[in-house]
Antibody, heavy 125, light 107 residues
Framework: EVQLVQSGAEVKKPGESLKISCKGS????????IGWVRQMPGKGLEWMGI????????RYSPSFQGQVTISADKSISTAYLQWSSLKASDTAMYYC??????????????????WGQGTLVTVSS | DIQMTQSPSSLSASVGDRVTITCRAS??????LAWYQQKPGKAPKLLLY???RLESGVPSRFSGSGSGTDYTLTISSLQPEDFATYYC?????????FGGGTKVEIK
């Protein structure tokens, strides 16, 4: 059974750093892209970026490029999303999801078939 | 960016009703469209991809259709467990974008 298990909720102050995780199991972790999706309180879904754990190839949405860092440790089947300096506007639920790439030549065309349970990040002074 | 506009933003329906949700893209997306269901406090769940292909395990009362810029998600007979928010997502462009969501509520 494919499972993505995310780390627990976090409460942080503005300016602090944070790294949240997403551990995959039940499939070949290095053979599928993993993506991150943000959902701000009461709002819709926003794609942040994807990473291929096999070689750490990473693609970012322009809206999130430079704002977050996506990484992965294939030895422990875990992907990460991190911030170096949080803002109040980073308060949101963050989901990781397995990304099915449909583009033979362009990897970052696809959709998300399995999702983690979400990690709530609250940034408040 | 390809903008995805869903309509309506919310609807009220009864168990057994036929429900249709529309997703309009700002340019043609050649059936590169997925639909998700999200229940309160839960992660989204994939329902359909390639506009009309049902994900494994998803009930057959869900169906998708469309072409070009206009796509629809239909629930043929609404069940109590279908009350949720539904999102479309295009993957024609590498800047993946979601629709704003349609909340299906109990009448």
């Amino acid at each position: 059974e494919v499972q993505l298990v995310q780390s627990g909720a976090e409460v942080k102050k503005p300016g602090e750093s944070l790294k949240i995780s997403c551990k995959g199991s039940g499939y070949s972790f290095t053979s599928y892209w993993i993506g991150w999706v943000r959902q701000m309180p009461g709002k819709g879904l926003e794609w942040m970026g994807i990473i291929y754990p096999g070689d750490s190839d990473t693609r970012y949405s322009p809206s999130f490029q430079g704002q977050v860092t996506i990484s992965a440790d294939k030895s422990i089947s875990t992907a990460y999303l991190q911030w170096s300096s949080l803002k109040a506007s980073d308060t949101a639920m963050y989901y990781c999801a397995r990304f099915l790439s449909v583009g033979a030549a362009v990897a970052d065309l696809g959709y998300f078939d399995y999702w983690g349970q979400g990690t709530l990040v609250t940034v408040s002074s | 960016d390809i903008q995805m506009t869903q309509s309506p933003s919310s609807l009220s329906a009864s168990v057994g009703d036929r429900v249709t949700i529309t997703c309009r893209a700002s340019q043609g997306i050649s059936n590169s469209l997925a639909w998700y269901q999200q229940k309160p406090g839960k992660a989204p769940k994939l329902l359909l991809y390639a506009a009309s292909r049902l994900e494994s395990g998803v009930p057959s009362r869900f169906s998708g259709s469309g072409s070009g810029t206009d796509y629809t998600l239909t629930i043929s007979s609404l069940q109590p467990e279908d009350f949720a928010t539904y999102y479309c997502q295009q993957y024609y462009s590498t800047l993946l974008t979601f629709g704003g969501g349609t909340k299906v509520e109990i009448k």
